[in-house]
């Protein structure tokens, strides 16, 4: 059967368009080339332009410049007598397509034909270009690949699947998942098998799981991704899976998880309007806040406005800057405060990883190293006032004892005597207690204080205490009353100890007591005795209430006195298990109490409860008046001095030759050098009430440069004497008083 040209012209249009197919030919002998069939669906495929049936110029431009010389020796005849095919590239309809010629030649009694197709196949290549780049990735990501048709039963998997799972490549399908199954750790591997069947049912479409499988002596990760394909039927499945090694990540999050849980702090993310994104932290690390509410919760929620404006201002701060922003804040939360330390740098899309740190303990710690500094410096300037005082306290009886000891000697009239007399026993029983309070604060210091207990009637005991202290009663103004409940009262206690606290109680009543009254008592309370004593003296102002029973504390400077009576009181108490406190309203008075417990037995009726005595003293601060006219060729000299028997010392001693007025504090001492005339020389204590002796110096300098001013003082360290002679003294003596130097600088600046 013979087929015409128009049938054969019409069978390839047909299959032009079907299979984008381009037939061609071309005559060897006239060099004629011809397009077969229609052209325009597969140039119009292409975006070119119809010309002439038989132009491909067109075409031909669109050709990548390597592969043209190439294609046109083909469609010349220009290729070895068996034929073949040649790929080819060029760009049409905007991006770059793959040609694929075939060709072969045909011997004719006419002369060589060259018979060709030209076919797009784009899909084709970059189909394999894309499983070649699959393939390459999959086999250097170490990714294994597994496909699976349930119904079939049959699969393949990819040498790296294999290998991954440690099972020999080239298995039969089935063997190779059995060998998959038992290298499964026995933990995971009921879970594997239970999401395999949900896929194989079609009852999941996803899945992606990490589980352990044993490789030998080793245990490896993996994970494995696999989806589900349906097709025309419910059973009609494939499913496509991915495997990967994964242990090395694992170890990775491991030693991560390691590090994270070893370190005493926790991490937070934040974004640029400071929400938290996300938390880390170890499971011991407990939190002022749950997860839950911190995790996506803004952080203004969380911190105070505070903290909050310094995190944001930090947080933009580190973005600008990219480098690390410190910070450190507190939290009040669960009744206390908590401190941190946030160390901030920038993280991943325009976040900042904050690392946050609990320095409580740290805050706390250096609190206490500068508590304990300040009281070591508190303490060490203490003692150290403690010792000048000491110097001044020892100093200032002894200044009495020797002196009128001396004068003693000299001394004819029995009375003067006996003044004499009385004088040296007051001074002597001051400086004893004062000697013995060091001691006792000695045993307090080294633990070593001793009680010695003992049965004794303390209703008489507190008679011969109050008794005592009623000689001690020198001010007319004030009236000591002793309130003694029982006319007998056995108690088991250290007898010296309990006599100790009544009377340092009293002798501190006595001190800053000016008018009125101070009463002292006792009484039965439960499990022991309550002492007291009550006065109308000064009271005690607020900010040095904190302080009263502290060591080396005087409420008074210028009272004599080591500071330390209160604070044997209270050490006392402590050892015998009691206590002691006080109320006081300034201005007022004051009451102080301890309790000490023992064994208490009263008998008999209770007697009088206020046995009122009055002690009737000379006034010693009646002074000499002073006349208009001065004793011939007698200097006048202004003693300055606070203390009554340093002051009486001095007028023994140069009463005989000189005119003496006495000033008992700084301030009338300035006052009687600015008002009374012919004063010659001032005799200047530097510690008295009102206003000491240096700053009244200083003040009788700025109207008087040329009046002798001699510091006369127990304090006797070489800086006191340079402070002294700095603001305006021109000589400096040292109690106890040397009647030899006295004389010498009064005769100097005489």
């Not at 395999?196 to 352990?212: A, W």
């Not at 340092?504 to 002292?520: H, L, P, Q, R």
Request: hydrophobic letters at 40%; a negative charge.
């Amino acid at each position: 059967m013979k087929i015409s040209d128009e049938y054969i012209e019409i069978f390839l249009s047909q299959a032009t368009e079907v299979g984008n197919i381009l037939f061609w030919r071309y005559f060897c002998g006239s060099a004629k080339f011809e397009i077969l069939g229609k052209r325009n669906y597969f140039f119009e495929e292409l975006q070119l332009p119809v010309r002439e049936k038989n132009d491909i110029s067109v075409y031909c431009c669109c050709i990548f410049p390597e592969d043209q010389q190439h294609f046109q020796d083909i469609v010349s005849g220009n290729f070895p007598e068996e034929g073949g095919d040649y790929t080819y590239r060029l760009y049409a309809a905007g991006e770059t397509r793959y040609h694929k010629c075939r060709y072969s030649r045909l011997k004719t009694e006419g002369g060589d034909i060259v018979l060709g197709t030209l076919a797009d196949e784009t899909y084709k290549v970059k189909s394999r270009e894309k499983e070649t780049l699959f393939e390459y990735i999959a086999k250097y990501s170490n990714i294994g690949i597994f496909s699976y048709a349930p119904v079939t039963g049959k699969g393949e998997m990819s040498e790296t699947w294999c290998e991954n799972f440690g099972i020999p490549f080239g298995l039969p399908f089935k063997e190779s998942m059995q060998e998959f199954m038992k290298h499964i750790h026995s933990e995971d591997r009921d879970r594997i098998k239970q999401v395999g069947l949900q896929l194989r049912r079609g009852e999941k479409i996803f899945m992606d799981e990490e589980f352990r499988i044993n490789t030998g002596d080793s245990v490896k990760w993996m994970r494995y991704i696999a989806i589900v394909r349906k097709y025309s039927g419910d059973n009609d499945l494939q499913i496509i899976g991915l495997n990967q090694d994964i242990t090395h990540i694992k170890k990775q999050e491991e030693r991560n998880q390691k590090i994270l849980e070893a370190l005493p702090d926790f991490i937070f993310i934040f974004d640029t309007n400071f929400f938290i994104c996300d938390l880390l932290k170890s499971a011991e690390i407990q939190l002022l806040h749950s997860l839950e509410e911190l995790v996506g919760a803004d952080g203004r929620t969380i911190f105070s406005e505070d903290v909050s404006a310094l995190y944001i201002e930090s947080i933009n701060q580190c973005l600008r800057s990219g480098k690390l922003i410190e910070i450190e804040y507190y939290l009040d939360a669960r009744g206390s405060r908590h401190y941190f330390q946030a160390r901030m740098v920038p993280f991943e899309n325009n976040k900042v990883l904050a690392l946050i740190h609990d320095i409580s303990d740290r805050v706390k710690y250096m609190q206490e190293l500068i508590d304990a500094k300040q009281k070591a410096e508190t303490a060490d300037k203490l003692k150290s006032a403690f010792l000048a005082n000491m110097s001044h306290e020892i100093r200032t009886p002894l200044n009495a004892i020797i002196g009128f000891s001396d004068l003693l000697m000299t001394a004819v009239e029995p009375e003067e005597k006996e003044e004499y007399i009385q004088i040296i026993n007051a001074n002597n029983d001051l400086l004893l207690k004062l000697i013995n309070d060091i001691l006792d604060l000695s045993r307090i210091e080294s633990g070593s204080m001793e009680l010695k207990y003992e049965e004794f009637d303390l209703a008489e005991y507190f008679n011969e205490i109050a008794s005592s202290m009623q000689q001690r009663m020198n001010n007319p103004n004030v009236r000591l009353l002793s309130v003694n409940p029982y006319t007998c009262c056995i108690v088991k206690l250290d007898k010296s100890r309990f006599a100790q606290i009544l009377t340092n109680y009293v002798t501190n009543a006595i001190k800053y007591t000016s008018k009125g009254f101070i009463e002292m008592g006792y009484g039965e309370v439960d499990g022991g005795i309550r002492l007291y004593v009550k006065d109308t003296g000064i009271g005690i102002a607020d900010d040095k209430k904190a302080k009263v029973f502290s060591r080396f504390e005087k409420l008074d400077e210028f009272a004599q006195g080591t500071g330390l009576g209160l604070s044997i009181c209270k050490a006392i108490a402590d050892v015998c298990g009691g206590g002691v406190g006080f109320e006081s309203e300034y201005g007022q008075g004051s009451v102080f109490w301890a309790i000490l417990p023992c064994s208490v037995s009263v008998t008999g009726d209770k007697g009088e409860k206020d046995n009122k005595q009055e002690s009737v003293i000379e006034d010693w601060t009646e002074r000499e008046v002073l006349t208009d006219v001065k004793s011939m060729n007698r200097k006048l000299i202004l003693v300055a001095e606070d203390i009554q028997s340093n002051y009486l010392l001095i007028s023994a001693s140069l009463q005989k030759d000189y005119d003496l007025i006495r000033a008992v504090n700084g301030k009338e001492a300035v006052e009687i050098v600015r008002t009374v005339p012919g004063i010659d020389l001032v005799l200047m204590d530097m510690k008295m009430p009102e206003t000491d002796g240096m700053t009244a110096t200083r003040e009788i300098r700025t109207f008087n440069k040329k009046l002798p001013i001699i510091a006369l003082t127990a304090y006797a360290f070489d800086t006191d004497k340079q402070a002294a002679l700095a603001a305006g003294c021109n000589d400096y003596l040292v109690k106890p008083i040397d009647k030899v130097k006295l004389r010498a600088v009064l005769q100097k600046y005489g």
